[in-house]
């Protein structure tokens, strides 16, 4: 009987070997450990403690409006993260956002970033290096610290 392997199709992709694969490896990131890439998980929970703590502040000093949530919380991702890397989530998490080169992101990465976080779908689409739209677009990365 002849099957796929004996006639070869494009519908399979490239070949690779994927199971010696981890987010991260073709940038050269560890699997595990400091600068390794940070798992969904982690991200989750940071973003979750950072959209609580902008709830709060919206909550204390606009009665919570939506609009002012969120502004808050683009406005304390462009300045913690370019000032030092990491919002409240990432640091109480153990994560920091870095080019990937391995420099601190800035205030311009930061800023785009940022913005595109609050779309929403492009931090949800993300490559097998689990990297989101957001972190392509500005060649960024968050790794374990």
Known sequence: MVDRNDIGSWLGGTPSDSSNYWPGRGMGRPKEGQASIARPGRRVVAILIDWALASLISYWFFGYN????????ALT???????????????????????????PAGYGKALVRSLLICLVIPAVIVDRDQRGV???AVQTVLVRI
């Open 77 to 103: 991702q462009i300045l913690l993260v370019g000032f030092f890397g990491y919002s409240i989530g990432h640091r109480i998490l153990g994560m920091q956002v870095q080019t990937v080169a391995g420099h």
């Open 134 to 136: 957001h972190d392509r």
């Open 66 to 73: 939506s609009f002012a949530t969120l502004a808050v919380f």
